[in-house]
């Protein structure tokens, strides 16, 4: 493996040099559901062209052909993100039918990695799905896979076997309304139908569906094989292309969020009584119900609504589908061979009859359910057969996974397995034999009542004590008040982070004996996120007085990824980033509004730098947006080369007006962290409000770097004590926290009024120590600064760091530092124990000059948009300063 593979050990990511990794990033991206002209709302052609054999994914996640590859990339690495996860769906590779491959498609997901390697960025890939797929409301599989599970998926939404944004609420062009989809609607498929058959089939289908036989083998064989390949096919064209795998490409996501689908189900008669992570809104079928829906039967559902409380009965409602069937006509096919797809049916499954009703599940004369716990257990067999009771993930998730991976690793031999189990699920004990010592626990946090409610509440509940048995009852689970939330969903995802533990925690076949120390593997936090469309939409609207104000949405993304710092010190990839995204239709896909960035908030793009429409603003915000392009910036050559471009040919006040432009709630998401350490982190702290930082770190002998000989990129700093570890501690420090006044005031000036030079280019920057100025000598944009505190202080001197684009003061209990403007990273060298010392705890702690930066109210990501109560005049001094270039036009209307 390459000098930048990354490893795993002890329960951390490991560089090749033993440094732990903090890996945090982004999805990338959540429009990669669909095509690029097909996003969810759009109807025409929808059908037509999945039946003709779809359409190419070419162009997700990023457009390669136009430079805007470049400018989104580098926004996402000034943010300070590492980490990349790369939704991919089946229907991506496999779209044109069973066995032919988009080789295009993979060769251009080729190009993009490329792409994401010249940032320095680490990728893994997630294979996407959401409730089966985008035909049955969602996203993933193929449309052929549908009608190979003799389903006829133009009749899901008369059955309410699903609901898909397109046809929502029905297909009907005068009826049909997508953009009043409700918020999370989507998730319900997951107790739909479709959904939940197509689940047990891929998972379950030798075990429950045995008459169920496609080309000779069973539909759970077929679905199985025909995804891992597809996957398997990408990877090897990824290997065959070279330079990518472990040095971009360093592990796989097992299948996305997957569901069990019927399996496991009690009684199908009625509706679960433990919800799990399945949302009840609008109508919630009993497995009967729909098993009746799907034969065309009418039903009076129970309806749901949801509210800050969370779902509660709301009557019923009567879907009638007047006949219509979910299940395929027997005339689709002719002596059991499909016409379009080739495939051949057993002789067993008969078409147009429900899948459990062929297999005695539920008499479709009397509607009787003549097997309620047919999913509780396995098949008995023997004289003296013993019920036992179904264990999804041992018994269906793991053997899928196994085959999956068998795929990938005949590829990519070193790839980190991503194990994800079902939401909120405890993953089950995996052997080592599959891990190979390269594996993390890949897991899903939302904010749930957020997510839903799309509002920021003053009060919460523990979701996943509640799912796990925590509480006696509900309200013991109620947390009210903004530090209880916030030190609720840290304690969520600290019990997330140790269900890594059964990760490796089984012996291979043919041992008794548990292992004596079983491995401890990482822990990925690989979605979280929150919505930007809060309270109707309130911050797009340029009537309101909250037009452009994303403080909720700033303290909703805060409390949830302050959760993964504190003693959890979790890696992360936030969901999403969409370059594609819009305020009318948000990602792009049911209504989902999650992108940390949108078009629709740059300035110049319909919105003032004031959060106000202006016409006096017009020309300078289209000035100002086209100048912070980076499409026609050279490419850069090493991971941090286009942020050092970037201080050459921009200063970093023009790099932080860029990194701040059509962002949202970007304090929240733009965060310090110790991205390598020489050590362990124990506890990691920052105040938003305060612009604070800390990080404690423990350190032994054990973690001295391992040094390769000739590296000269690891020379250690010039000043350093010769007890210091030759490798830095390296800190995220972000300029959109830490800039200096000058910096911020400069950011928020017109072009023509900013000097081009680049900060630091005559070599000048100071550092106060104790109260003495302390030169820092200075190379390109990196100072070095010899401090000397005693590591037995427990306050630590103090430093201040001040040039033009910093201005913070440090104080820390040992060591020297190095301050990289260009990377936005400061590097932190302390002595190693030594002698007796066992270990050790070493820390250091940031905080702005002057308190957080105080963001003008009315410029874009502030935390309020008021209009100026002296007009466009008024606006144009805050934005440009005492002397604004310009006076108001007279047409202008905000006067």
């Known amino acids: 493996m390459s000098k930048d593979c990354i490893y795993t050990f002890d329960g951390n990511f490991v560089d090749s040099n033993g440094r732990t990794l903090l890996l945090r990033g982004v999805n990338l991206s959540g429009s990669s559901k669909a095509p690029v002209d097909q996003p969810s709302h759009v109807l025409d052609g929808f059908w037509e062209t999945a039946e003709a054999g779809g359409k190419s994914f070419i162009g997700r996640p990023l457009n390669l052909d136009d430079g805007s590859a470049d400018e989104h990339l580098s926004r996402l690495r000034g943010w300070g993100f590492n980490m990349i996860r790369y939704p991919v769906t089946w229907e991506a590779l496999e779209h044109q039918g069973p066995g032919m491959y988009d080789y295009e498609f993979m060769d251009y997901t080729i190009g993009v990695l490329r792409k994401c390697k010249e940032y320095g960025f680490k990728v893994y890939l997630n294979p996407h799905q959401d409730t089966w797929s985008r035909f049955t409301g969602g996203s993933g599989a193929p449309f052929w896979t549908l009608p190979a599970c003799g389903i006829n998926p133009q009749a899901l939404t008369a059955t309410q076997a ?23 609607i989507w998730s319900t498929n997951y107790c739909r139908l479709a959904s939940q058959t197509l689940f047990a089939l891929f998972f379950g289908g030798k075990t429950f569906t045995p008459k169920c036989v496609i080309d000779g083998v069973n539909i759970q064989d077929y679905l199985q094989s025909h995804f891992a390949r597809a996957f398997g096919v990408l990877a090897e064209r990824i290997r065959d292309a070279g330079g990518l795998l472990d040095e971009v490409v360093i592990g796989w996501d097992s299948i996305n969020e997957p569901a069990e689908g019927f399996i496991g189900y009690g009684d199908l008669n009625v509706y679960p009584t433990e919800q799990g992570s399945t949302l009840k809104k609008g109508t919630v079928p009993t497995p009967i119900q729909s098993f009746k829906l799907g034969m065309g039967i009418a039903q009076t559902l129970d309806n749901y609504t949801f509210g800050s409380f969370g779902p509660k009965r709301d009557g019923t409602v009567t879907i009638d589908p007047e006949g219509i069937r979910i299940w395929s006509d027997s005339t689709t096919e002719v002596a059991g061979v499909h016409p379009k797809w080739g495939w051949k049916r057993g002789s067993e499954w008969t078409l147009g009859t429900c899948v459990w009703a062929l297999h005695g599940v539920w008499d479709i004369e009397t509607g009787y359910v003549l097997q309620p716990e047919y999913f509780r257990y396995l098949p008995a067999s023997g004289p003296s057969p013993i019920l036992m009771e179904v264990h999804f993930l041992q018994d269906f998730f793991l053997p899928q996974l196994t085959l999956y991976l068998s795929h990938i690793r005949a590829a990519h031999p070193a790839s980190i397995a991503f194990i994800q189990a079902p939401v909120f699920a405890i993953p089950p004990p995996i052997p080592e034999s599959l891990l190979r010592g390269r594996a993390c626990h890949s897991t899903h946090y939302y904010d749930g009542l957020t997510l839903v409610t799309r509002h920021w509440n003053w009060f919460n509940a523990d979701a996943l004590g509640l799912l796990r048995g925590k509480y006696s009852s509900p309200i013991f689970a109620v947390k009210v008040g903004e530090s209880a939330i916030r030190a609720c969903l840290q304690s969520q995802l600290g019990i997330l982070k140790e269900d890594a533990v059964n990760l490796g925690a089984v012996q291979d076949a043919g041992s008794s004996e548990p292992p004596v120390n079983p491995r401890r593997y990482p822990t990925i936090i690989g979605e979280i996120g929150t919505p930007f469309d809060m309270d109707d939409k309130k911050a797009y609207d340029s009537s309101s007085k909250s037009y452009g104000d994303y403080s909720n949405q700033e303290k909703a993304l805060d ?263 260009g990377e936005q990273m400061l590097k932190w060298f302390y002595a190693l124990p030594s002698g007796e010392q066992k270990d050790k705890e070493v820390w250091i702690e940031v905080t702005r000059s002057g308190g957080a930066i105080k963001w003008t109210k009315s410029v874009p990501g502030g935390t309020s948009t008021r209009k100026p109560r002296e007009g466009c005049a008024e606006w144009l001094r805050t934005l440009c300063g005492d002397e604004a270039p310009w006076s108001c036009p007279e047409e202008c209307s905000v006067m």
Not at 163 to 184: F, G, K, N, Q, V
Not at 640 to 652: F, I, R, V
Request: glycine share 6%; aromatic share 6%.
């Open 559 to 821: 409390a949830s990824l302050n959760a993964t710092d504190g003693p959890n010190a979790l890696n992360y990839t936030v969901w999403t980033y969409c370059p594609d995204n819009s305020h009318m239709w948000g990602d792009g896909w049911n209504m989902e509004d999650l992108s940390l960035w949108s078009g629709d908030d740059l300035v110049g793009n319909g919105r003032s730098a004031a959060g106000q429409h202006s016409e006096a603003a017009g020309s300078f915000a289209a000035a100002r947006a086209s100048s912070l392009s980076l499409a026609t910036l050279a490419v850069p050559s090493s991971p941090y080369a286009h942020l050092s471009h970037m201080a050459k040919t921009q200063s970093l006040h023009d790099h932080l007006a860029f990194l701040r432009d059509g962002a949202r709630a970007v304090r929240a998401f733009c965060r310090p962290y110790p991205a390598k350490i020489v050590g362990t982190p124990l506890n990691i702290q920052f105040d938003i409000g305060k612009a604070s930082f800390k990080v404690t770190i423990r350190v032994t002998p054990a973690d001295a770097p391992q040094m390769d000989e000739g590296n000269e990129e690891f020379a250690g700093s010039s000043s350093m004590a010769k007890d210091e570890s030759p490798l830095p501690t390296e800190i995220f420090l972000p300029i959109v926290h830490f800039a200096s006044d000058e910096c911020v005031s400069r950011s928020l000036a017109p072009l023509s009024e900013r000097t081009q030079e680049v900060d630091l280019e005559d070599g000048r920057g100071s550092a106060s120590t104790s109260g003495t100025t302390t030169p820092c000598t200075s190379t390109g944009s990196t100072l070095t600064l010899p401090l000397t505190t005693s590591s037995k202080s427990n306050k630590g001197d103090s430093t201040v760091l001040k040039t033009k684009a910093y201005d913070v003061e440090v104080k820390t209990s040992e060591g020297t530092l190095e301050l990289c403007e």
């Open 162 to 184: 699903a609901i898909i944004h397109c046809e929502y609420p029905t297909p009907s062009a005068e009826a049909r309304d997508p953009a009043s989809l409700p918020a999370m």
